[in-house]
């Protein structure tokens, strides 16, 4: 019942019970907190009165202001948990960081939303007590108010970009824009001193932490083994990896292409599976938006280049799945928002292959616009290593051509395959912290902060006390830059020698990778892993084409299709547009059906 969404349609977007429960607690902290720190302010003022011949109501105004920060200081500590990729934080919740971006859209809000105000109320306190001239103070101890005030330019520049509209149209400006976090927390830091960051400090600690091993993990080029271009504007990118590389259904990967952009990083789904494919991992790309287009026509010419450099961080998933706990599954797609699925359908081929039993059963319900982009069901199946037996597998697919009335003659384009050449800085995709990334994270913030602790401990004894003397003489803001200078060492030194040692661990399995990965070019193009077409004529494809019911000219009735559902315990996916996504929704919460339980798989970048 907790689970079940509650708020479809507004600014939250698809909302459940449990989060409205706990957005409503955390609003009630911050109005709680501020209201009592304004109380008691206020109490002292109307008893003492005002200092800095203020009147009542002036030093009432600063008060607030003051207050305002400082409870926004307290959402600021929760911002970045969210965005902490490999967080160990977020699984003991059971979310994944991509599931969590929603949360952190409502925190930068309100941490946006507080920090105006408090800058708004301190420059009104400035103007109507003719102190203007305070807004360029840079005090050498204390609070220094230019540091403030870049801070805060530098959020509402990043703040101004992150509204749905002007996120959707101008991704590339939202995705440099949000580099400005870096300019905002410096100087939040020196504006505040680094005493009152501490409170932000966990949550920004661990974003470093997962910053910098991502950054470590990038610096690798991935082996791109093959591409796949199909005739729907759609490419798969196939690329090799350890076996001890294991990851859970709905896992994604972030790519950078440097030929296209050096900077830019996007999310795409996995759709192979870690069991049934051991060394090679799959992502789908749909010919939507400037970078994908940009990729796809170059992978699509007439000549195609033999090396592409990629770069690739994560995986990062769900810890574990429940997708088992249901009698029934009922996946729910639009266009490309299938891809998730494929990697939960080759999950359950490979249980009923593997343990021969019955799993629960599967229903994909697929809407397309056009017939060309079925093609995509061909992705369903890998291209190698696909049992022949998938008797076991209760699947059953509705495909929906929403835009046509009939099949569509044979298209003159078809799928075929682009081979690239390895090179000898090309690595096979691997986990950043090896099998045990767990232990090693702990290690690493453990390590780090304890020798954190040491160094500002023998900086504060032989540098900062004998100028000091416990008389606050030294300055606030170099305080601070060395705190950041010294976090930054510690994280640097502890992550780099856990990257490092892994890399060492490891340098055996990627040797003969690669020695195996030289044989394979050897081969002809019609064998095993390279057989693309021969693979799709199989046994297991034949039994796929099957379980595959064509619909043209009309979409899915999905509250039908949902409430005919009449198994005790029914998962409800959705992956595509936000109509799709929000139909979806309403129909499990209505209430009228009880073994309906929802969950959307969506990407708000």
Same mark, same amino acid.
């Given at each position: ?8 349609? /507004? ?17 009630? &902290? ?5 209201? =009592? ?31 305002? /920060? ?52 301190? #420059? ?25 005030? #870049? ?49 932000? &400090? ?6 470093? @932490? ?29 690329? =090799? ?72 961080? /994560? ?85 929906? @051509? ?12 078809? =799928?075929?395959? @682009? ?42 004894? $032989? ?49 003969? #990778?690669?020695? &195996? ?8 193009? /019609?064998?095993?892993? $390279? ?60 209430? &009228? ?13």
């Amino acid at each position: 019942m907790w689970k079940r969404p509650v708020l479809v349609r /507004g600014p939250l977007g698809i909302v459940s019970w449990i989060e409205v429960a706990f957005f409503v607690m955390f609003i009630a &902290l911050l109005v709680w907190s501020f209201a =009592a720190y304004l109380r008691n302010s206020f109490l002292k003022i109307d008893r003492t009165g005002p200092t800095a011949g203020d009147k009542v109501w002036e030093a009432k105004l600063e008060t607030s202001g003051f207050w305002l /920060g400082i409870v926004g200081n307290i959402a600021l500590a929760f911002l970045f948990f969210p965005v902490t990729r490999a967080s160990s934080v977020l699984p003991l919740f059971g979310l994944t960081s991509e599931a969590s971006i929603k949360y952190h859209i409502w925190l930068g809000h309100i941490v946006m939303v507080l920090f105006t105000a408090h800058g708004l109320i301190f #420059i009104l306190y400035w103007a109507l007590t003719h102190r203007i001239s305070e807004m360029v103070e840079w005090q050498k101890t204390g609070v220094s108010n230019v540091a403030g005030e #870049i801070a805060l330019l530098a959020g509402l520049g990043l703040w101004a970009t992150t509204f749905p509209r002007v996120r959707r149209k101008m991704f590339e400006l939202f995705f440099y824009a949000h580099h400005l976090y870096i300019l905002f927390m410096f100087f939040f830091v020196l504006h505040v001193g680094i005493s009152y960051s501490c409170i932000m &400090l966990p949550g920004f600690y661990l974003f470093m @932490v997962d910053r910098y091993l991502r950054f470590l993990q990038s610096r690798k080029r991935a082996r791109l083994v093959c591409a796949r271009i199909l005739p729907c504007d759609t490419v798969e990118l196939n690329f =090799a990896k350890t076996p001890g590389l294991e990851y859970t259904p709905t896992s994604i990967v972030f790519i950078n292409v440097p030929s296209l952009s050096k900077l830019q990083w996007h999310p795409f789904t996995i759709s192979s599976n870690s069991n049934l494919e051991k060394d090679k991992l799959s992502i789908i790309i749909k010919n939507e938006g400037t970078w994908s287009q940009k990729l796809y026509q170059i992978l699509s010419s007439p000549s195609p280049p033999n090396r592409l450099d990629v770069s690739v961080e /994560g995986p990062y998933g769900p810890a574990s799945t429940h997708f088992l706990r249901h009698e029934k599954l009922v996946m729910v797609s639009g266009g490309s928002g299938i891809t998730p699925f494929i990697s939960i359908i080759r999950e359950f081929i490979f249980m009923s292959t593997t343990f021969k039993s019955m799993t629960p059963k599967l229903a994909l319900i697929c809407a397309f616009k056009n017939s060309s982009d079925l093609t995509m069901l061909d992705l369903v199946l890998p291209i190698s290593g696909t049992p022949s037996d998938l008797s076991n597998l209760q699947l059953q697919i509705e495909a929906y @051509v929403t835009r046509e009335k009939e099949a569509a003659t044979q298209s003159s384009k078809q =799928a075929r395959s @682009v081979w690239f050449k390895p090179s000898s800085f090309d690595e096979p995709l691997s986990a950043v912290l090896g099998p045990n990334s767990w232990l090693w994270l702990g290690a690493i913030i453990s390590v780090s902060f304890v020798m954190f602790l040491i160094l500002i401990g023998i900086i504060t004894r $032989y540098h900062i006390y004998p100028i000091d003397q416990n008389q606050n003489k030294y300055s606030t803001a170099s305080r601070a830059v060395l705190n950041i200078l010294v976090i930054c060492i510690s994280i640097g030194i502890a992550a780099s020698t856990a990257f490092l040692w892994n890399k060492r661990i490891n340098a055996k399995e990627v040797k003969q #990778i690669k020695h &195996l990965d030289g044989l394979t070019l050897v081969q002809s193009p /019609g064998s095993g892993f $390279y057989n693309a077409e021969r693979e799709l004529e199989s046994l297991s494809h034949q039994s796929l084409v099957q379980a595959t019911n064509l619909h043209f000219g009309k979409r899915p009735d999905l509250k039908k299709m949902l409430f005919e559902c009449k198994e005790s315990s029914v998962g409800v996916l959705v992956c595509g547009p936000k109509k799709m996504r929000h139909e979806v929704a309403g129909i499990c919460s209505s209430g &009228l059906a009880d073994n309906l339980h929802f969950e959307s798989i969506s990407f708000s970048w």
